[in-house]
């Protein structure tokens, strides 16, 4: 699992800082997560293939978070692009697009599914046999969500050697992955346990931006390996947070404490600060395992 | 006049080409033209106070010419902007801007004046006392002006220490300045032209672009100092100039020529070139006074 921060900055973009946009490379699938003006630029600077973008999350329709999408699938249709393109965000993206596809006559000539998000309740809204995303009903000025990306329990290890000896059949190999008892050639029954190990860890990932301090999310991000969750602000400018409905690194953390995550990136840092050390100091008087998202930024996990 | 070019390149942004914008400094106004996506970073890039921009030209609705306008709006807002902020565009795009304002619930606390462009004739769009704005109609893909941006006709430089010795009272001075023969203190008439000279000769500017070769702006550019003209192609691709609605740069040169333009800046560049050298050598078989746009370059008049 490997995450590129292509931006991670509140309101405009400047020259050196760009606006939310991620991208999370998972299961074999490449994730763009929001997609600020200027996306297109930063997934070149960081070699992102753009024809292995299938699927685009937009948290909530703040300029920040999408302006860069209607840009960004212009590009894809001059690029010649033939793959369905899939879009999850809230009502009313698909007529900011349709529109100006419409005023532009350039239609696209591949498949542009919008899933429209308008429930207040996490939902599956993607599913394969190795992932599923979920969305994460968060609280902010406008309809918004996150997103919980989970890897599916993988197959367990086979001891190819000892289901040999055993004198198992090679056609029930990929049942004792699958974790099933099996019978050998003698007829008698294989526990699986005896012959396999659990398979890598499934990971998990989840988005968190842009929402208030907001503990309804702590069940259904519970235990994630990589949580992402803004901080706007700092403690010192709480009543700002409240106002905007964002969050402090301080509660960021808590939010991350109180749900077990495993390592927790701050991000959507306010134009008033420079010094982003203050965000991880503050952070850290709660929960220990903290990074500061920066443009450019690889995780890898 | 100054003219700054923020981007010139066609189609998509990519790291180091900019789609179209520009910024005329002309008789204390600077006006944006076009916005395509990555203008506000342009414009910080070059140093262009965002507070002295209150008109906006917008040639046509191709991405690569307003999709920047939208976040350029939502920075004023968030920069507390109060000034009118006045557009001219196509009709279509008041509707763009209104539908994300009105999904992100953040309308603006400055107002923004649409002026709405329909017409298939060259219009007056903008004057004051120093400058008019007239649009060019083009022939592009979609509904397409160019601007004509004109200095007025400017004050006459008055030999102040001539009119004394001619016994002029100084409460004439202003006549004489705007053309006008005056009576001196002994009634004696006083012609304009003993003792005026013409002042600096008004400047003028001609954007155009996007648009296939079009004889009929001729007659509405004509002796222009500078025009911009788009060279998507070189001639050797004049079939796809012919189809995409673009023009080669051989036939910007010759509308330059027949117009008995001043300067002629080629740019709007297909991707499907490296060398731009190209462009100015196919260009000078028509007309000598030929310039590349590029990206940030100045052109000072």
């Not at 012959?195 to 989840?206: R, Y």
Request: net charge positive.
């Amino acid at each position: 699992m490997k995450l590129t921060i292509l931006g991670c900055h509140s309101a405009t973009p400047r020259i050196d800082a760009n606006p939310t946009s991620q991208v999370l490379d998972i299961a074999n699938h490449i994730f763009l997560i929001d997609c600020a003006e200027g996306t297109q630029i930063q997934l070149r600077k960081n070699k992102v293939k753009f024809s292995r973008i299938k699927h685009i999350f937009i948290s909530h329709l703040h300029g920040d978070h999408f302006f860069g999408l209607v840009g960004l699938i212009s590009t894809f249709r001059l690029l010649t692009r033939e793959a369905d393109l899939h879009i999850y965000a809230p009502k009313g993206l698909k007529e900011v697009i349709t529109l100006q596809m419409k005023l532009a006559k350039s239609w696209t000539n591949y498949n542009v599914i919008f899933h429209e998000l308008t429930s207040d309740k996490s939902k599956l809204i993607f599913e394969d046999d190795k992932v599923e995303v979920h969305t994460i009903p968060l609280n902010h000025r406008v309809y918004t969500n996150g997103f919980l990306f989970k890897e599916k329990e993988k197959e367990r290890k086979l001891d190819v050697n000892k289901a040999i000896s055993l004198n198992i059949d090679k056609a029930y190999f990929r049942k004792l992955k699958q974790g099933f008892d099996v019978t050998n050639e003698e007829g008698v029954l294989i526990k699986n346990i005896d012959v396999t190990k659990p398979g890598p860890k499934p990971k998990s990932f989840a988005f968190c931006s842009d929402t208030v301090y907001c503990e309804l999310i702590i069940p259904i991000i519970k235990d994630v390996d990589i949580l992402y969750h803004e901080s706007t602000f700092l403690e010192s400018h709480k009543h700002l947070a409240e106002t905007t409905k964002h969050s402090t690194a301080k509660q960021a953390a808590t939010i991350a404490k109180k749900a077990n995550i495993g390592t927790l990136i701050l991000g959507h840092y306010s134009t008033r600060y420079d010094d982003y050390e203050l965000f991880i100091k503050e952070a850290k008087t709660v929960f220990d395992k903290v990074e500061l998202a920066k443009d450019g930024k690889v995780f890898q996990f």
